[in-house]
């Protein structure tokens, strides 16, 4: 959020962010390198193909078990 700029933080740990923010006040570059950009990339639980074909296959094991699913009509 610091690298987007972002107006304001909602956190229900504020103390951590008040640490961050003053980690980043002394030392930004240093504190900056240690959280990379790309760490959404750095587990594959979140490229959207993974997490599609756990689903599918949920959804293949759960009709297999329980029965073919049915549309809700109102």
């Known amino acids: ?3 987007w ?3 304001g933080i909602i ?3 504020p103390n951590r962010y008040l ?3 003053s ?3 002394k030392n930004y ?3 900056m390198l240690r959280s ?3 760490f959404l990339w750095t587990s594959f639980t ?3 193909l993974f997490t599609y074909s756990i689903q599918r296959l949920s959804e293949y094991f759960l009709a297999k078990w329980g029965g073919p699913f049915v549309a809700v009509t109102r």
């Open 5 to 7: 700029e972002v107006d």
């Open 1 to 3: 959020m610091v690298r």
């Open 29 to 31: 570059e240093g504190t």
């Open 36 to 38: 990379s950009r790309r």
């Open 46 to 48: 979140f490229y959207w």
């Open 11 to 13: 956190t229900d740990v």
């Open 23 to 25: 980690a980043i006040e």
């Open 19 to 21: 640490q961050l923010r």
